[in-house]
């Protein structure tokens, strides 16, 4: 399961690294609890009490601001039966409260109240509050981190540079949207980071491009692909995707992020978040136009994403070359994942 050369090409990585759920389990462990995830925009988190939950590769996890004004977050998990605390989504609470036995946490994690659990002497409430993890807010957008082995902006990288001219701080949120398809993650990250596929699958996207000028450029724990618009396009030309599995496309006035979480090992979600500077009523139409193209390009690469995966899992598949010039963006990132997981 690692990238294989022959007389020289680069290929791809073998199919049962997109199918076997031991890879899976190893990814959820290696990849996605030991890095940054993007929870989407730090407003959701604002005021003593706002939180958000959320999944990543299975483990739930809430970030949520305390009465004190420190931002904290935990595993969505009671330390009592293990019951989840929090639906996923976003809210407001004055403490935390399990659904199951009406176990009572504060804001920070402290465990308050344990209603009708009777006495015990060695049971001291202060030796159980909530499983703490790191959080961390950059420029508007909230990131947590299960097992982090690295800082926030060393796992952002070049990220960091890319954006330093963009007001990123200043988008507000405006709409959100949640996708579920059948394919593994890793082959939707294959298919977003090359621009190879665009006159096949987005005719209108690559009517709207200057494709003989679209470039992808493997950075530090970034992958950046550029073409020159035309006209009609609502995306300004740059879209970007950072290590290990979020994205953030730019438009004029806004832009939009998504995070690419795995549900199992054939089963993938998008979480996108979609904001802009101006969210005024004159800018309404523009807005849920820019919105609705995008999911449109978005859903467009489903159907090839999910017959990829039934191929690579019936073993009717063996790795193929990748392109020198459109897919050096899915070399970088197969490396990174072997690097990992062998």
């Known amino acids: 399961m690692r990238l294989r050369y022959r007389l020289g090409v680069l290929r791809n990585l073998d199919p049962t690294f997109y199918c076997d759920p031991t890879v899976f389990r190893s990814e959820r462990e290696r990849i996605f609890w030991q890095t940054w995830q993007l929870l989407g925009p730090a407003s959701q988190v604002a005021a003593p009490g706002d939180y958000v939950a959320t999944e990543i590769a299975g483990a739930k996890v809430v970030a949520i601001r305390a009465d004190d004004g420190e931002l904290r977050a935990f595993r969505n998990v009671c330390v009592h039966r293990g019951a989840r605390l929090f639906e996923e989504g976003s809210g407001h609470c004055s403490a935390i409260r399990c659904p199951y036995h009406n176990w009572v946490y ?80 890793k082959i939707y990250m294959d298919n977003f980071i090359e621009g190879y596929h665009i006159p096949g699958i987005h005719p209108s996207f690559y009517a709207a491009i200057d494709f003989e000028k679209f470039e992808t450029v493997a950075m530090n724990n970034v992958i950046k692909m550029t073409a020159p618009p035309k006209d009609d396009l609502f995306y300004r030309g740059t879209w970007l995707t950072t290590w290990p599995n979020w994205t953030l496309s730019l438009f004029d006035g806004g832009m939009n992020t998504s995070r690419i979480n795995p549900i199992d090992e054939g089963r993938t979600e998008l979480l996108y978040h979609y904001y802009f500077a101006d ?61 990992i997981l062998t």
């Open 106 to 185: 504060g804001l920070d994690g402290t465990l308050k109240r344990t209603p009708w659990f009777g006495e015990d002497p060695d049971f001291d409430m202060a030796d159980w509050p909530l499983q703490q993890i790191s959080v961390e807010e950059w420029r508007g957008l909230l990131f947590v981190a299960i097992h982090p082995v690295e800082p926030l902006l060393a796992n952002l990288g070049d990220t960091v540079t890319v954006l330093a001219d963009e007001p990123i701080e200043t988008f507000q949120l405006y709409r959100t949207e949640h996708l579920v398809f059948d394919a593994n993650w």
């Open 279 to 339: 969210l005024s009523d004159a800018t309404r139409e523009v807005r849920d136009r820019t919105v609705d193209g995008s999911i449109s390009v978005v859903r467009e690469d489903f159907g090839i994403c999910e017959i990829t995966h039934q191929n690579y899992a019936s073993g009717g598949y063996r790795s193929g070359p990748l392109s020198p010039r459109h897919e050096t963006g899915v070399a970088w990132f197969q490396q990174k994942l072997a690097a």
